[in-house]
C-alpha cells in the first residue's frame, strides 16, 4: 500500500498535536492507523525505543513520516502469497466447523466450505467485519462463485478477494 501524500499525513497528523510539540511517543501507532499504515506492534516497539534513546516524550512530523516510511519499505520487502496463505484458513475450517479429521482432509478434502462458517471467521477474527459488510461479501460469493446449498468453492472464494 503505498503512503498517503504528505499534507493529508500532516493534516492527521495536526488534529493529535494539539499544542504543537509533535505526537506522543505512544499515539505513533494511533496516528499511523488514522491513515491506513499498518505497522507492526514490533515496528511500533522499535520506534518507541528510538524516541525514548533520544529522551523525548513527543515525536515531530519529519520524525513520525521517517517512522512511515520505514513501514512502507518494510512492507514492501514481504510478498504474500494470499493463496498458500488462504490454504491455512480452509484447513481450520476444515477442522474446527466440519469437524474433520486429518486424516479426512488429507485423503478427500472438500472443495467448498460453508458460507456461513465464512461469515463466523470474518465477524469474529482479525479486523472484524460489521454485518452489512459480510451480507454484502455473501451476496458477491453467491454472484461471483460456484456454490451449492451454503457452500462456497474455496478457490473461487480465494480468486474472488484477490480481485
Known amino acids: 500500500m503505498a503512503l498517503p501524500n504528505e499534507a493529508e499525513m500532516e493534516e492527521v497528523f495536526k488534529l493529535f498535536d494539539q499544542e504543537g510539540t509533535g505526537i506522543k511517543v505512544k499515539e505513533i501507532g494511533t496516528v499511523m492507523r488514522s491513515l491506513g499504515i499498518a505497522a507492526s506492534e514490533t515496528q511500533l516497539q522499535d520506534f518507541i525505543k528510538e524516541a525514548a534513546a533520544s529522551n523525548t516524550t513527543h515525536v515531530t512530523f519529519q520524525e513520525f513520516v ?85 457452500r462456497v468453492n474455496f478457490e473461487d472464494f480465494v480468486k474472488l478477494l484477490q480481485v
Not at 486424516?103 to 460489521?130: F, N, T, W
Open 66 to 150: 521517517a517512522y512511515c516510511q520505514k513501514c512502507q519499505a518494510s512492507e514492501a520487502g514481504k510478498s504474500v502469497n494470499v493463496s498458500e496463505e488462504m490454504q491455512g484458513m480452509k484447513l481450520g475450517i476444515m477442522r474446527f466447523f466440519d469437524k474433520l479429521s486429518p486424516k479426512q482432509i488429507r485423503e478427500s478434502p472438500p472443495e467448498d466450505v460453508k458460507i456461513a462458517d465464512l461469515k463466523h471467521l470474518l465477524s469474529a477474527c482479525g479486523e472484524k467485519m460489521s454485518e452489512e459488510e459480510l451480507e454484502e461479501m455473501a451476496k458477491n460469493i453467491r454472484n461471483n462463485c460456484r456454490t451449492t446449498d451454503g
